[in-house]
């Protein structure tokens, strides 16, 4: 079974989540994963990426990493700050505050993991194509 990984650096700006979901979508196009699966992925990504620009900030970069082995796909999103993101219950009224949910609600399996100065936030998707 081969193994396709991606690390990417990404800043606390604005444009860090178009940046992210241009970047992924290349990527899930060069490892081959069925095009039914690209919005839901790139929409997760868009969602971490997004928390983290708006509730960590700072200058320093963010990590994304992608990894592809077999049926599954893994995104972490590793940043400098300690406070795991929740899963908010829905406002209707709301026009924001709905990423979480969306992870919860579209991955397979999601997570936080501490590290020194700092958290990961990662997802798995189970996906077909690509990798074998």
């Keep these: 079974m081969t193994t396709s990984n991606a690390r990417i650096d990404l800043p606390p700006l604005p444009g860090s989540p178009e940046a992210a979901r241009r970047i992924t979508t290349s990527l899930l196009t060069a490892w081959g994963i069925a095009a039914e699966h690209h919005t839901d992925v790139v929409l997760l990504v868009s969602e971490v990426v997004s928390n983290a620009v708006e509730h960590v900030g700072g200058e320093a970069t963010f990590e994304l990493e992608l990894s592809h082995s077999g049926d599954w796909l893994r995104v972490a999103l590793t940043d400098g700050s300690s406070?795991?993101?929740?899963?908010?219950?829905?406002?209707?009224?709301?026009?924001?505050?709905?990423?979480?949910?969306?992870?919860?609600?579209?991955?397979?399996?999601?997570?936080?993991?501490?590290?020194?100065?700092?958290?990961?936030?990662?997802?798995?998707?189970?996906?077909?194509?690509g990798a074998d």
């Design 83 to 129: 406070v795991r993101p929740m899963v908010r219950e829905l406002d209707q009224r709301a026009v924001r505050g709905r990423g979480m949910q969306l992870v919860d609600h579209i991955a397979d399996r999601w997570g936080t993991e501490d590290h020194h100065g700092g958290k990961t936030v990662w997802f798995t998707v189970r996906v077909t194509g």
